[in-house]
């Protein structure tokens, strides 16, 4: 069975870092994208940023700001999202994902976790 589990997620002040963890099973993940996703309250599900299946290109939406990193360990099956000086507008839930296709679009992920909770307060 496949899985994506993301895990690091919590409640954090303005200023502060968090590093999420997406473990991957089932399946080796090398040659695809991972994603990560985020959906905050009331708003639509959007991209965060990405790490290439081919090598460590990583690429990030503008809101990112150079605040946030991601990385890939050696075995290729887990995914970490580093963000730092954290904003109260980072708060929601984030999803990690695996793309066959390197993308922004949520569309092209044809596996994803179930979330982890990231709560920033000002």
């Known amino acids: 069975q496949v899985q994506l589990v993301e895990s690091g997620g919590g409640s954090v002040q303005a200023g502060d870092s968090l590093t999420l963890s997406c473990k991957t099973t089932?399946?080796?993940?090398?040659?695809?994208?991972m994603g990560w996703f985020r959906q905050g309250p009331g708003k639509e599900r959007e991209f965060v940023g990405l790490?290439?299946?081919?090598?460590?290109?990583?690429y990030f939406a503008d809101f990112v700001k150079g605040r946030f990193t991601i990385a890939r360990d050696s075995d290729w099956d887990t995914v970490y999202l580093q963000m730092n000086s954290l904003e109260p507008e980072d708060t929601g839930v984030y999803y990690c994902?695996?793309?066959?296709?390197?993308?922004?679009?949520?569309?092209?992920?044809?596996?994803w976790g179930q979330g982890t909770q990231v709560t920033v307060s000002s």
């Open positions: 790490i290439s299946g081919w090598g460590p290109t990583t």
């Open positions: 994902a695996a793309s066959s296709t390197q993308s922004t679009q949520a569309a092209q992920y044809q596996f």
């Open positions: 089932g399946r080796t993940f090398r040659n695809y994208a």
